[in-house]
């Protein structure tokens, strides 16, 4: 949509009182926050289609607010006053009698000197122009503009804002006056530093929540935005949107700045001592600048650039178009890592300090630029699910580490596991994804690890889930779908049941609204061994505090003895479950690994797997003896008889065997043995039955006899020695007897 700049007046600064000569008077055709409904259907929601509308710059049809924000930057007294020319159209199906603004300032957090907007007036924008009462709640960080009529849906109202910010000192929070002139490190950073419409929405109605220390605060419509930005000479400024006019007054610079697109809010930094390196990227049609001290040069000069190229092209080739001409990377003082606006980002000189400095800057300016496809192209209320965006982000970060760094294995594995898995151990405390950031608060639920850690490491659990390119094209469509729009995660869930053709309640429901994971317990293992067949029950001891079921893949082991592997294989736990596997050897134990990706419950820091080794036998087949030796009916004499036996049992418990019908029976182990001499000596002679027995685990008996013949007077077997004596012996004897006769007949 076009807009007509009226007359443009220019900005007069005296040393001593600060008078605006400059007033600014726009006609805007917009198009509309948002939702983006249609004039002809205000509660109709646009179609898919409309993303190749927008992204090509055509917003016709639509409608949306229009925003002429004209501020002034006094360095000496570290204040910035200004006006917020307002253009409010009601695309809501309801009819207004106030709109509420943010004034977040108050609620920054600061050194010595607090941040402050000081509302001045609130007028018609018509002449004769006419103050409109307005009610300021500080405490709130709110004020509510009254107006003279109802605006019914549809309609606009038009009216300035005239304001004076002083801007918190000590470098810490989202806007600041920082750093000394003398070290030539000073930088004004105007953020979320003027009256900011708030949202209405069919959830809360108007959103009117308080500046957050935890979280974002952000929650705005689409709108068109117009920015001039008034500083000192030679003071280089980092705005939102394209610099379409400078003009040098006094010993003052104008810049002006237009988006040409609608966004979500605007945001500047000022600083004599920024040094700036600019390229255009010809595939996105967009010019990114980093803006950074010369202190940091060593480690912003091309390298801040080239990770902003390179994040800028994967994120428009994966996901869509990034349809404005502007990109700008902000060095920024501040206790955290960096900060997202539209069309320009923050990024902390913690950087300049940190361990691994290139490792720190990459992932700060990776990460706040993937915010301008999820929080400005597709908005979210983040108060309510703050969680949703910056989950996104962080896993889109992860991802660009794993294409442009594939060395360092940021998925193998990916590093949020271990922090889900040990959370509960220990902090012993629940974490539900899905709340806000009040509700966060007051629970005590960390909300950083929830939101950073906790969310993007469910999403590359739905990737691996549902594979990595249905996951790229569910983000993708995600953020087709919703193309200057708000989403939510049900959108999101949408989205990814579109790709995969399928129900993902079984995911979103437990691992986004439970506040534990789930537990495993065996319940119990029992083995059918005449069917061969394992039965195990696993239940999930957090299933009772939790509002649904998990369910997930996990990889299980079964064992025989000797810690052989007798089955491997991926088997889904839905909440308590029953699983039967076919196993043909007597398993001994069994093992969930909690390797790959499953998210479980930790209860030992040293323990990645949950197994037993109390495994229930279900055994009706009966032990099979084959009696090997002695041989039926064999005979014996005095001395009892060995015997070898084999057993055919995989469970074998004890044997033992009986020679006189149970009246006594003797136990032995192995296969082989000797009946006892004194039952032996006790049984009468001749025919003696034997009765082999063996005993499973189960109590099944096995049995089987042989008849042996125990016989005294055994026959007396000769070895040949003894023949040889006795045939001796004889012999001598009948020539001794022969000899005898002849002598005796002999006279003598």
Request: with cysteine.
């Given at each position: ?67 002429n924000l004209s501020v002034f930057l006094d360095e000496d007294t570290s204040t910035v006053a200004g006006n917020l020319t307002v253009d409010y159209y009601n695309d809501d199906p309801i009819n207004f009698t106030q709109i509420p603004f943010h004034i977040y300032a108050s609620g920054m957090r600061y050194d010595h000197r607090p941040g402050y907007i000081e509302i001045l007036n609130v007028t ?625």
């Open positions: 949509m076009k807009f007509k700049q009226k007359n443009l007046v220019y900005l007069v600064i005296g040393l001593i009182s600060a008078i605006f000569i400059l007033e600014t008077i726009f006609s805007f055709n917009g198009i509309k926050t948002i939702r983006f409904y249609k004039e002809t259907d205000l509660i109709t929601q646009p179609l898919s289609s409309d993303y190749e509308q927008f992204s090509k710059g055509n917003f016709s049809g639509y409608e949306c607010s229009s925003y018609t924008l018509e002449d004769p122009k006419e103050e409109l009462a307005f009610d300021f709640l500080n405490s709130s960080q709110l004020m509510w503009v009254n107006l003279t009529s109802d605006l019914e849906p549809g309609n606009r109202t038009s009216f300035i804002i005239s304001f004076n910010t002083t801007l918190p000192d000590g470098g810490i929070d989202r806007a600041s006056d920082h750093g000394e002139d003398l070290d030539e490190n000073r930088i004004f950073k105007f953020a979320s530093c003027y009256p900011l419409p708030c949202v209405y929405d069919k959830f809360d109605g108007w959103n009117i929540d308080p500046y957050l220390l935890t979280g974002d605060p952000f929650y705005y419509d689409m709108a068109y935005y117009d920015l001039i930005v008034n500083v000192p000479e030679n003071m280089t400024v980092a705005a939102t949107g394209e610099l379409i006019d400078q003009v040098t007054i006094d010993n003052r610079t104008i810049n002006h700045y237009n988006p040409h697109l609608p966004v979500r809010e605007v945001t500047f930094s000022a600083s004599r001592y920024f040094e700036v390196e600019t390229f255009l990227i010809p595939d996105i049609n967009a010019t990114v600048s980093t803006y950074f001290l010369s202190q940091s040069y060593w480690l912003w000069h091309d390298f801040a650039l080239m990770v902003t190229i390179y994040a800028g092209e994967l994120f428009y080739n994966t996901l869509g178009i990034y349809p404005y001409s502007t990109f700008n990377v902000v060095q920024e003082y501040t206790y955290y890592g960096g900060m997202e606006y539209p069309l320009q980002v923050y990024a902390s000189t913690a950087a300049d300090t940190h361990q691994y400095p290139e490792w720190y800057l990459e992932t700060v300016i990776v990460h706040e630029s993937a915010h301008q496809w999820f929080y400005n192209l597709v908005g979210f209320d983040q108060v309510d699910w703050g969680f949703l965006d910056e989950g996104i982000v962080c896993w889109l970060t992860d991802w660009f580490k794993d294409v442009f760094h594939p060395d360092w294995g940021i998925f193998d594995p990916y590093w949020g596991l271990y922090d889900v898995r040990h959370y509960s151990l220990e902090h012993g405390l629940p974490n539900k994804i899905n709340q806000s950031v009040p509700d966060c608060i007051s629970s005590g639920t960390d909300y950083w690890y929830l939101g950073y850690t906790k969310t993007n490491t469910i999403l590359e659990k739905l990737r691996q889930t549902i594979t990595h390119t249905n996951f790229i094209e569910g983000l993708e469509l995600f953020f087709q779908d919703h193309y200057f729009e708000i989403a939510g995660l049900k959108d999101l869930q949408n989205a990814f049941e579109t790709v995969v053709g399928e129900s993902l309640d079984w995911f979103f429901f437990p691992w986004f609204d439970n506040p534990y994971l789930p537990k495993y317990e065996f319940v119990n293992v029992k083995y059918d061994a005449m069917n061969q067949l394992i039965n195990i029950t696993i239940r999930d001891v957090n299933e009772a505090l939790n509002q649904y079921s998990y369910s997930q893949l996990i990889p299980i082991s079964i064992y025989s003895s000797g810690s052989t592997l007798e089955y491997f294989g991926y088997e889904w736990i839905n909440g308590t479950t029953s699983i039967i596997i076919h196993i043909e050897k007597l398993p001994t134990r069994v093992r969930l690994n909690y390797d790959d990706f499953v998210l479980v419950q930790f209860a030992d820091y040293n323990l990645n797997y949950l197994q037993t080794t109390n495994i229930i036998l279900i055994d009706e087949v009966i032990p099979v003896i084959d009696i090997l030796s002695p041989p039926q009916n064999e005979e014996f004499g005095k001395n009892a008889p060995s015997f070898e036996i084999s057993i055919i049992e995989i469970d074998l418990d004890s044997t033992w065997y009986t020679i006189d019908d149970s009246v006594n029976n003797y136990t032995f182990s192995g296969l082989t043995g000797t009946i006892d001499q004194n039952a032996w000596n006790d049984s009468p002679e001749g025919n003696i039955t034997i009765e082999f027995y063996a005993k499973d685990t189960s109590g099944n008996i096995g049995y089987a006899d042989i008849v042996v013949v125990k016989n005294i007077e055994e026959m007396v077997i000769f070895s040949y020695n003894t023949i040889f004596y006795i045939a001796f012996i004889c012999l001598i004897s009948i020539i001794s007897i022969k000899t005898f006769k002849k002598l005796k007949n002999q006279p003598f």
